[in-house]
């Protein structure tokens, strides 16, 4: 059974760090595009930023740029979110997402992050960025 679980998530400070990780279990992420989205009360969920292809391609959120980077271990079968910078607007349930490169038939990076809503998705994990 596919299976996406989060961790990593917390209180920080505004400026501070936080890594969170999406431990997938039950496939093989070699062969997925992998989405952190989040969402926060009252607002619709938005992608912060994917990789969607094969060969590494990155997405990120223009909000994010700069200060957030998405990695994978395929060896540890997991995905990472390293957020840097942290800010209040920041806080949010944060989600990873999954689906099969071979799923994805958009053509550019930000329609190929959207489609990855369309795939598998874990419980989610609260970061709450405050003094």
């Known amino acids: 059974q596919l299976q996406l679980v989060e961790s990593g998530g917390g209180l920080v400070q505004p400026g501070g760090s936080l890594r969170l990780s999406c431990a997938a279990s039950?496939?093989?992420?070699?062969?997925?595009?992998i989405g952190w989205f989040r969402q926060a009360p009252g607002k619709e969920r938005e992608g912060v930023s994917c990789?969607?292809?094969?060969?590494?391609?990155?997405y990120y959120a223009d909000s994010v740029k700069g200060r957030f980077t998405i990695s994978r271990d395929n060896a540890k079968n997991t995905a990472y979110l390293q957020m840097n910078s942290l800010r209040p607007e920041d806080t949010s349930v944060y989600y990873c997402?999954?689906?099969?490169?071979?799923?994805?038939?958009?053509?550019?990076?930000?329609?190929?992050?959207?489609?990855?809503?369309?795939?598998?998705w874990g419980q989610g994990t609260q970061v709450t960025v405050s003094s």
């Open positions: 997402a999954a689906i099969p490169f071979m799923a994805l038939v958009a053509v550019t990076t930000s329609q190929r992050c959207a489609a990855i809503r369309h795939g598998s």
């Open positions: 990789i969607t292809s094969s060969t590494g391609t990155t």
């Open positions: 039950g496939f093989t992420l070699d062969y997925y595009a």
